[in-house]
């Protein structure tokens, strides 16, 4: 059985987590052990077929990680037993918040394997930082549980 830990800056009602939800409940049901890791919670009133648990907790996780924000691979970074590790660039948050350079050149020139949502995204990431090693659109859930 696979392993993968998520980390998510905030579950709650949002768009983010509630696409991360259906797509880590696929997950679970073609036999991939998934543990969402979080920084912020809100109430969940969707159906989770997976463990939820405060970031703190990934630190010592041996599966896959993957993170989904510049904050949650700063996070990831401090994990020195992850199998692997990827930055899933949910979006260009570089491009909108107000970080130094030095803070954006951690999360994306390091150790951590960069995948784009889109193509678009792929190209801008390329240009910007460095190639990412896949494109996945909305996080397919047998795609990331073949990583």
Not at 10 to 17: L, N, Y
Request: with cysteine; glycine share 6%; charged share 25%.
């Amino acid at each position: 059985m696979r392993k993968i830990g998520i980390l998510v800056d905030k579950i709650g009602r949002t768009q983010k987590f509630y696409t991360l939800c259906n797509a880590i409940n696929k997950m679970v049901d073609i036999n991939t052990e998934v543990i969402l890791f979080f920084l912020e919670m809100e109430s969940v009133t969707l159906p989770t077929k997976f463990s939820m648990m405060p970031a703190s907790k990934c630190l010592k996780y041996d599966g896959i990680l993957i993170s989904t924000c510049g904050e949650t691979t700063r996070v990831l970074h401090n994990n020195q037993n992850a199998k692997k590790k990827y930055h899933y660039v949910w979006d260009l948050d570089w491009s909108g918040i107000n970080k130094t350079f030095e803070e954006n050149r951690l999360v994306y020139t390091s150790d951590v394997d960069l995948i784009a949502r889109s193509q678009d995204h792929y190209e801008i990431i390329s240009n910007t930082w460095k190639e990412p090693c896949l494109v996945i659109g909305e996080l397919d859930g047998k795609t990331i549980s073949g990583l």
